[in-house]
């Protein structure tokens, strides 16, 4: 079985910059797709950015394009976001999401971390 475990986020000021980390442990966990979604209050939870564990394909929501970067390290099992130029309306829980195919819909995802907030300040 699959999990995912995330750290790093936190409260950080307009403009500032953060990096999410996604631990990955289980037996079939390198042949996943693994990403990033986020859920601010009142709102849907939204794909983010994901990576291809095995080849390191990465595909992005079109509003985080040149904002953040997803990547990965095959030796430590962990995915990162570099969240970059922030602004308060990335304030949400962001939440680490793995599948055996890539997935934009929350409803396809096979696996869920339990989530770290991130609390961007104006």
């Known amino acids: 079985q699959v999990q995912l475990v995330e750290s790093g986020g936190g409260l950080v000021q307009a403009g500032g910059s953060l990096r999410l980390s996604c631990a990955a442990s289980?037996?079939?966990?390198?042949?996943?797709?693994v990403g990033w979604f986020r859920q601010a209050p009142g709102k849907e939870r939204e794909f983010v950015a994901a990576i291809t564990w095995s080849g390191g394909i990465t595909y992005y929501a079109d509003y985080v394009k040149g904002q953040f970067t997803i990547s990965r390290d095959t030796a430590k099992n962990t995915v990162y976001l570099q969240m970059n130029s922030l602004k308060p309306e990335d304030t949400a829980v962001y939440y680490c999401a793995g599948g055996v195919t890539l997935s934009r819909t929350p409803d396809e995802i096979d696996v869920w971390g339990q989530g770290t907030q991130v609390t961007v300040s104006s």
């Open positions: 289980g037996r079939t966990f390198r042949s996943y797709v």
